[in-house]
């Protein structure tokens, strides 16, 4: 064999008590786990490597349920953000904006829509149009020899509705519907997992639910699911969990609910009711899963606070109306005293609004600041702060928002049908640590300080769990004939290093990570390997 992991405590990815073990490994494969080995008395395997785990626990890769590296993995082979955190596999083209399928007008559009989550790409060579050829980008990663971790893609919803229908808000004629179900079938057929949408985001919100039902139905026959960022996580936020369940319930779709917080002072202590309404829903036969990141702040745009009638057109006409006097007036109104629905129908408070990264790097004093602080520092109001920002930076600020309970996370973290998703915006210079930090935040903080999770159930939560919902016949557990998309930690040392004064700060505890039984980190460094490829849809 290539290799053998000696004398690890196995966490396998299923839920069930851990054990001692040998673990073989040959041509990217796991070929043997011996049980207590070491005590059996019977024949150890070998290998021409073997590696002693006395003291480290040997877990499936993570699986990041909720990832942007749309444009990082092809901008940083090191991507040691995810790989030093024994993330295997990441879930991109989420919140119905990415990359592909584009043309080259929308390309542009999207391009410039999504700066603050992945930057323009000006140092990315867009020779895609299609899923297929975004996926076998990635296939081909750095020279031919792959990316740094492992990639699944969502066909983005608001880039399909931008393509076929632009960025009116109106129902989509049946020519344009028609070619919407035709991208998305496409999409799947090309390898895509499923479909995303963001609806809080321009001009994905603009699809009423009988559009996405039609979508959904199309997901639905190639095998895929659902994956929402819903129309609202502040006011109305069980309203738009209830939505979503009863919309795929009509088409028949698996649902796996994005980012599922409940946020906003509105929803605070009201994480039983959403589970409430998930158990009978499930009891009732729908199969929903979720995703959560294990911090209470959110993380996204700054342009995404604005009512959706301010981003109808497009970047262009959210800066024109911007550069109106009269017109951005009735936009501060509807975001301070109405309560936009970009910022989910609840009126925004200043003070929770942290900018974490701008694309002009004059404008870097306000990282780091709240609009709040900023704005009493020049002694203005916090509107023209933002509208300022907006202005100057090209719509390019993203934030982090303050507005998240820890009551909610804990208990939503809990649920059987939970997996984890970091969100993480990687681009910024104050970024949310979760971007570094979440899956060894989950294994050290909530694990081993708080109890919330056993280690048994915490693993099957990042690896089985998600592997499941992504229909993963051979990856996300310990077990002979899988994949050997590893990771090796110590239970009592793993922790998360960044914090939101240093986000980037690697984490610790995490010597090993293989992928495709390559080590990827080892003895704690990155190596030079790329064995990340594209993870492609099973078909039906």
């Keep these: 064999m290539d290799l053998v992991i000696r004398d690890a405590e196995v966490v396998d990815g299923t839920g069930e008590p851990s054990y001692r073990a040998d673990v073989g490994i040959e041509n ?16 150890r395997p070998v290998a021409r490597r073997m590696l002693d785990a006395e003291g480290l626990a040997l877990a499936p890769g993570f699986i990041d349920m909720h990832a942007h590296s749309d444009l990082a993995l092809l901008r940083d082979p090191d991507h040691s953000a995810k790989a030093a955190q024994g993330v295997t596999l990441e879930v991109i083209g989420q919140d119905g904006l990415s990359y592909a399928p584009v043309d080259d007008r929308t390309l542009a559009e999207v391009r410039r829509t999504i700066t603050g989550w992945n930057g323009h790409g000006e140092d990315i060579d867009f020779t895609w149009r299609s899923v297929g050829e975004y996926l076998d980008r990635l296939d081909h990663g750095f020279d031919g020899e792959g990316i740094a971790v492992n990639a699944a893609y969502l066909i983005p919803q ?21 070619r919407m179900r035709e991208l998305v079938a496409t999409g799947m057929r090309e390898g895509a997992v499923g479909m995303s949408s963001g609806l809080t985001y321009t001009p994905g919100m603009y699809a009423k639910d009988a559009e996405l039902t039609e979508l959904c139905r199309v997901v639905a026959e190639h095998g895929g699911y659902y994956c929402p960022h819903h129309r609202s996580y502040g006011a109305g936020a069980l309203e738009a969990y209830e939505e979503m369940v009863a919309l795929t319930r009509e088409a028949g779709c698996p649902l796996h609910l994005a980012h599922a917080t409940m946020n906003f002072g509105v ?8 589970l409430a309404l998930l158990d009978k829903a499930l009891a009732e036969g729908a199969d929903i899963t979720l995703d959560t990141y ?3 702040p959110g993380c996204t745009t700054l ?22 006097d009269t017109t951005a007036e009735r936009i501060r109104h509807h975001m301070e005293v109405v309560g936009a629905d970009g910022c989910h129908g609840v009126p925004i408070e200043w003070d ?27 002694g ?3 509107w023209t702060t933002a509208r300022r920002l907006l202005l100057d930076d090209g719509l390019g600020p993203t934030i982090l928002q303050h507005v998240g309970h820890e009551e909610n996370v804990r208990a939503i973290m809990r649920h059987p049908v939970h997996t984890g998703g970091s969100d993480g915006i990687l681009r910024g210079d104050k970024p949310h640590p979760r971007a570094y930090g979440t899956f060894p935040r989950y294994l050290g903080h909530y694990v081993r300080e708080l109890g919330i999770l056993s280690l048994e159930e915490c693993v099957a939560h990042l690896t089985g769990r998600a592997a499941a919902r992504l229909r993963l016949a051979d990856r996300g557990l310990v077990r002979e004939g899988y994949r050997a998309d590893l990771v090796l930690f110590d239970p009592a040392t793993v922790a998360a290093g960044s914090t939101f004064e240093n986000p980037r700060t690697l984490p610790t505890g995490i010597p090993h990570v293989l992928i495709d039984g390559r080590f990827v980190i080892e003895d704690g460094r990155r190596t030079d390997v790329l064995a990340g490829r594209a993870v492609r849809r099973s078909p039906v």
Excluded at 267 to 274: F, H, I, K, T, W
Excluded at 354 to 370: F, H, K, N, R, W
């Design 158 to 178: 608001g880039t399909v509705r931008m393509l076929a229908v632009g960025w009116e808000d109106r129902e989509a004629t049946p020519q344009e519907l028609d």
């Design 294 to 296: 294990p911090y209470t």
């Design 352 to 378: 929770t609004i942290e900018i974490s990264g701008v694309t002009d790097p004059t404008l870097a004093p306000y990282v780091g600041q709240t609009v709040q602080a900023s704005a009493d520092q020049r």
């Design 303 to 324: 342009v995404a606070m604005l009512p959706s009638w301010a981003s109808e057109g497009g970047p262009e006409s959210i800066l024109a109306r911007l550069r109106d």
């Design 28 to 43: 990217g494969v796991i070929t043997t786990v011996v049980k207590e080995a070491a005590a059996a008395g019977c024949q």
């Design 380 to 382: 203005e109001a916090p």
């Design 267 to 274: 929803n605070e202590g009201r994480a039983p009711d959403l």
